[in-house]
C-alpha cells in the first residue's frame, strides 16, 4: 500500500506538471515507470495488472475508431469472459498517459510497452477528460510520440483501451 501511495504522489507530481506544460502549449510528454505489468490471458478481454497503481488495462484494442462519448460507451460495455463488469470505463487521460514508455520516444515503435501490450498502434486514444470550459474539446494521448492533447474535438475518431 505505501508502494502505490508512494507511486501515485509521484504521479501526481508529474500529472500537475503535465498539466502545467498542457495549459501552456497543448502538448506534454508524459513520465512513466516499465516493467510493472502482470501480463496474463484466458478471458475474452485479456487484462494487464498494473502492480504499480492496482488499474487493470485491456491489452489488446478492437481497432475501431470512435468519438469520445462513443468510446465511454464502448468501455462501459465491455465484458469479459462472457460477463458484463460496470467498471470498465475510459480512463481519465492521466490514467492513460501513465502507460507511454519514454524509452521508445525515438520513433522506433508505439510508445507503450510492448510486452504488456503488444498489438498497440502508433495512434491516438481516447481519455475519458473533457476540456475545462469546453464541452466540444476531449483529451486524447498519441501512442506514437507520447503526448497528450486538449485541442481535439471530442467528435473525432481515435482509438480507445479501455481500463478497470
Known sequence: MKNIRSRAAASLGCALACIALLAQDGDALA???TGHYVVGSGSFVSKV???E???RWQQAVDGTRRSQADSRTYCGDLSTGGGTFSDWRLPSVLELASLVDESVVDGSGPTIDS???PLTERDRFW???PVAG???LGWRVFFGVGNASFNVLATDLNLARCVR
Open 49 to 51: 495488472p498494473d502492480t
Open 127 to 129: 481519455s475519458s477528460s
Open 115 to 117: 510486452s504488456a501490450f
Open 134 to 136: 469546453s464541452p466540444l
Open 53 to 55: 497503481t492496482g488499474l
Open 31 to 33: 513520465a512513466a515507470p
